[in-house]
Nanobody
Framework: QVQLVESGGGLVQAGGSLRLSCAAS????????MGWFRQSPGKEREFVAA????????YYEDSVKGRFGISRDNAKNLVYLLMNSLMPEDTAVYYC???????????????WGQGTQVTVSS
């Protein structure tokens, strides 16, 4: 069982930045692919970014490429999502997730956090 706890959400103006963090409670953190998803009201939960177990490979949804950066610290059991040039359409609840292999679909992920709200004002 892996528990994931997100933090770092909040209210930011368009063009601003936020860094989300996700703390994982597991002794085998470095065996999991880690990812971020988001869900806005009335929409399906969607893939945002993922990072391989070693941190050497990253994956991004097209709309966030060049603006968001995912990283991880295996020594601290942490994964981060740095979000730059935020836009109102980035407003959503952001979820951290863990899986054995990378996937861009919700069903491919085993463990989920409770989410953290990100609101971008125009």
């Amino acid at each position: 069982q892996v528990q994931l706890v997100e933090s770092g959400g909040g209210l930011v103006q368009a063009g601003g930045s936020l860094r989300l963090s996700c703390a994982a409670s597991t002794r085998t953190f470095n065996t999991y692919v880690m990812g971020w998803f988001r869900q806005s009201p009335g929409k399906e939960r969607e893939f945002v970014a993922a990072i391989s177990q070693s941190g050497k490979t990253t994956y991004y949804e097209d709309s966030v490429k060049g603006r968001f950066g995912i990283s991880r610290d295996n020594a601290k059991n942490l994964v981060y999502l740095l979000m730059n040039s935020l836009m109102p359409e980035d407003t959503a609840v952001y979820y951290c997730a863990a899986a054995g292999v990378v996937s861009t679909v919700v069903s491919g992920w085993t463990y989920w956090g409770q989410g953290t709200q990100v609101t971008v004002s125009s």
